[in-house]
Each structure stands twice: as structure tokens, then as C-alpha cells.
């Protein structure tokens, strides 16, 4: 089993740029998920899914976008990349919902020039 | 507002040690849920442990074991024995039932050295 597939594992973005980080799972999974990960800061939720056509925000959801149009793939969207959203982003997801363990994928690691 | 606190940032321990990673959480709900996952060095996720709010037994898994005392808001982990394999980056975390988002703790960075 794949599991959580997450593309690119690195990425490195120009201030202003637009980019996709993918996350798809084959487990029929219908609760997902985006967290970043900082130097000190632990991970924070930056948006979840409950189910397909459902999302909503985390903790740290500015200057991201996500949806939801299939149960398998929940793709994370920055509109105009800031050398704060420098990080390790991490997709996960579990059966229902988030009190369920979180299978995690391998990570993105990106860097904003 | 809910909230995890682990206080100790990095310990570094002898192989063969016993450790105990804290953990104090904050939640005004009655019912939520508290985990515990390990990041290794190489980097990816792995859960450990899941406990409810109504679940205060300890649990034991070979080396590991959880201490929930509600009385305290604390979720402890402890590992016994410790081997080189322990080190990793430590994440408490808790969700509350009312709602389907999870906080984590900041890490605890644990050494293990032979």
C-alpha cells in the first residue's frame, strides 16, 4: 500500500510564485489534512477535510487554499509564496475524522527565495 | 482554548536509562482525546498512542508507557530501558470532541547515547 503519497518532496519558490503541494491516499480515508512544520513550533493544522467537497480552516491557514473534489486527493495551494511559508509541510489522514491515529506522509520540504 | 505544553524542549540520556517525556494539555471540553507521535531523524510521522478523556488506565507497550492523570491535565511518556533506536523528536497532541482539529505540543527532542 502507498499510503499518503505527498509530491514534490522539495520544492524551492521564488517570493510571488504559485504552487501545488499534492497529497493522495489509498486507504478510503475521509478525514485529511495539512500541517506545516517549524524550528521549535511542533506542527500546526493549516486546513482539514472531513470529506470530499468538505474543507475548512486550521490554525494557520493564511495564505493557503485546499479542496476537496475527490475522497482521495486533498491538494494544498499557495497563491503568492512568502518566505514565511518557508517549512515542511506534512499531509495526513485517517478513516473519520481526528481523533482517529493520522497516517502521515513523508513530507515537502519548501524553501521561498 | 485548548493547548499542549511540553516543557522540555531536548534530553539527552545514556542508553539503558529510563526517561519521562511531560506533557500538560489545556481543553475546557469533557471529552477529548490525547496522543503521543514519534519523529525520527528520518523524518516522517509515526503514531504511538490515542487516549480518551473517560481512559485514565496507564498502558504498557514493551518499553513505553503512558501515565493520564486527569487531575494534573498531564499525559506522560515514559520509556524504559532506552535504546539508541528512542532517538527522536517527541510530539504530544490533543483534540478536543467538539470540533475536528488537533493542537500538538512543540516536540521534545530526545537523545539516546551509547
Known amino acids: 500500500n502507498a499510503g499518503v503519497t505527498q509530491t514534490p518532496k522539495f520544492q524551492v519558490l521564488k517570493t510571488g510564485q504559485s504552487m501545488t503541494l499534492q497529497c493522495a491516499q489509498d486507504m478510503n480515508h475521509e478525514y485529511m489534512s495539512w500541517y506545516r512544520q517549524d524550528p521549535g513550533m511542533g506542527l500546526r493544522l493549516i486546513h482539514y477535510s472531513v470529506g470530499a467537497g468538505i474543507t475548512d480552516q486550521g490554525e494557520v491557514p493564511n495564505g493557503y487554499n485546499v479542496s476537496r473534489s475527490t475522497t482521495e486527493d486533498f491538494p494544498l495551494r499557495l497563491l503568492s509564496a512568502a518566505p514565511s511559508q518557508t517549512s515542511v509541510y506534512f499531509c495526513a489522514s485517517s478513516p473519520v475524522g481526528v481523533r482517529q491515529p493520522q497516517h502521515f506522509g513523508d513530507g515537502t520540504r519548501l524553501s521561498i527565495l | 482554548a485548548q493547548k499542549v505544553t511540553q516543557a522540555q524542549t531536548e534530553i539527552s540520556v545514556v542508553e539503558k536509562e529510563d526517561v519521562t517525556l511531560d506533557c500538560v494539555y489545556e481543553?475546557?471540553?469533557?471529552?477529548?482525546?490525547l496522543f503521543w507521535y514519534k519523529q525520527p531523524p528520518s523524518g516522517e510521522l509515526v503514531f504511538l498512542i490515542r487516549?480518551?478523556?473517560?481512559?485514565?488506565q496507564n498502558e504498557i507497550s514493551g518499553r513505553y508507557s503512558w501515565n493520564f492523570q486527569k487531575s494534573t491535565s498531564s499525559f506522560n511518556f515514559t520509556i524504559t530501558a532506552s535504546q539508541v533506536v528512542d532517538s527522536a523528536v517527541y510530539f504530544c497532541?490533543?483534540?478536543?470532541?467538539?470540533?475536528?482539529?488537533?493542537?500538538f505540543g512543540k516536540g521534545t527532542r530526545l537523545h539516546i547515547l551509547p
Open positions: 481543553t475546557r471540553d469533557t471529552t477529548y482525546y
Open positions: 497532541a490533543l483534540s478536543e470532541a467538539r470540533d475536528d482539529k488537533i493542537i
Open positions: 487516549r480518551n478523556s473517560f481512559d485514565e
